[in-house]
């Protein structure tokens, strides 16, 4: 193979430049096409020869050019990779992790994110992940807890505005997951680690941050409460659905039930509490009185249910509310005698008053059925019409 | 052919036409909400239209009883107050329970267990006024609490939020237990037991054959006769129209009655 013209040796102190595409052609057109070999590029960094990638003397064959190549250039993001669960699983020996080529694309042609031909392009980044994370058999391989969660994603609210509205500001996998640094949620420094995902989402919803920071919710996980919520206990996370959906707003007050158990239950009671049982939301549920992202503990002043503010809170409803409206308690409870005394004795009585009569009733009437059978088959009950009851009892 | 004497005036049973009509429609749209956890509740109340429609119907029903109460109150105010009818108060023809329907119970469970004769019962019997006192004091405190609740903005100027609370909880008690009566022991009591299966048609027809108003109400036959009352009521046979009538009407509320109670029983016991 002649690379250099004039082959000799000891050669003169600089030689020509060797031109690859004298031999390959194909790959040297594809490099054109691509970022690599854009005239951008030179502005960005050295420019990624031939020799780069392949070196010179030693050059390797395709296969066997690695991420280490890309770390020439590309050092901080191969560092992050490797330390990511993608570079993690690879160096354990999974041959099926992705590698930089995986998700860029091959090397020649390559295209940056910014171009809409590219697979990282934001628009497109879903469907090159689900290259492997729409395999559900991957995701039991390697134990990953959401197995369908490409087509979670497609029907969530973010994925039909990537998908479907073509929006670069609707999150796609890498706005939550990282691109480069992709971490397992159990690790404390993944960007979808329990803790983190505030702030996470908070990327994009800052606003809903701040007022969610401001929370009883946020606040008991700023302080390190494992169980206080973060986003995607009430959203879901790959299920993400608008907020103004029926099934939601039905959805989300069995969510807040899961942990708030006695208030679900005392709501259920509640005519709020059952019509939306039944299916229909024109009635208040939990974050119409609380409040969602800004709950608060009732005995904040800031609380939308602080006694100082439930008259205000009742009449975003009920325009006509006063005082004395207020003080009706939407989590009456009528087994605790303490908390509410009168329907205690309310519930009491409507209990013995049902029992009582249920019970009199009852058998007075299945004594009388039995009698009348047993009567009319021996013909000692009451006479049928027509019957012999006409001989007494004289007009 | 067989004399008939009016039991039930035409009003009487218009008034109960209309007393049926509003409480199917109200146990019907209540009953619902009441038992929301089940699902034939949320497959019932999507079925008839969802919450807006249910709380339309359950309110023109409540209306409609309501009218049917004021109407019958007035009834009873003129007879007592204008024509000064006292046998309203008290006596044979009133339905006031008396010492007599404690008597008339006792003889009923002796005979029940084959320890005496069939008591002799006159015009209304003990459990006929139980009904009528049941539904008259269930039409005040189901309908008083429905109104508090309609209205709770106008009624919470003078009244506390606990009574919302307590109206709450009483509103949907007390009508499971007017519903739950109605459709047995009303329905037993008046029409399925065996001796006037499968239905009594003298609410929808007014009349009563001579022998059965002498076989069941041998105490008011033989006074009616007694006091010469007995002309003054005999009535013609009731049509067949009319009767076929009262036996589609009567069967329709019967079945809704019992559909409904026993979706009621599936709530209470099925869980």
Known sequence: MACHVTATAPHEERLPAVRC???????????????????????????????????????????????????????AQVQLYRDGVHGRSRQRGNSEAATCRSCHGAAHALLAKSDPGAPTYHLNLPRTCARCHADPELARRYNIPVGNVYQLYMDSI????????GLLVAANCSDCHGAHDIRPPAEPASRVFRANVPSTCGGCHAGVLQEYQGSIHGRQVAAGNPIAPVCIDCHSAHQIRRVEGEAWKLEIVRE????????LKTYRDTFHGKVTALGFTRVARCSDCHGAHTVRPAIDPASTVNPANRVATCRRCHAGANENFAQYDPHADPESRARNPWLYHAARFMRWLLVGTFSFFGVHTAVWGLRSLVGRRHGSGPAPPGGPGGEDGGA | MPEYYLRFSLGQRLLHGLLMASFLGLATTGMPLHFNQSRWAIWLAHTLGGFGVMGFFHRTSAVLLTLCFLIHLAHLGHRLFVKRELAVLWGPDSLVPQPGDLVELGRHVRWFFGLGPRPRFGRYTYWEKFDYFAVFWGMAIIGGSGYVLWFHAFFSRFLPGWIFNVTHLIHGEEALLAVGFIFTIHFFNSHLRPEKFPMDLVIFTGRVSEDDLRTERPEEYERLSREGRLAAIKADPPALWLRNFGRIVGAAAVTVGLVLFTLIVFAVFGR
């Open chain 1, 21 to 75: 595409a004298g031999c390959h052609a194909d790959p040297a057109a594809a490099v054109r096409t691509g970022v690599h070999g854009s005239r951008a590029a030179p502005s960005r960094g050295p420019v990624a020869t031939c020799a780069a990638c392949h070196g010179t003397h030693g050059v390797r064959p395709a296969a066997e050019v690695g991420v280490g190549a890309c770390a020439t250039c590309h050092g």
């Open chain 1, 158 to 165: 973010h994925g039909r505005a990537v998908s479907r509205s």
């Open chain 1, 256 to 263: 807040c039930g899961t942990c708030h158990v006695e208030s």
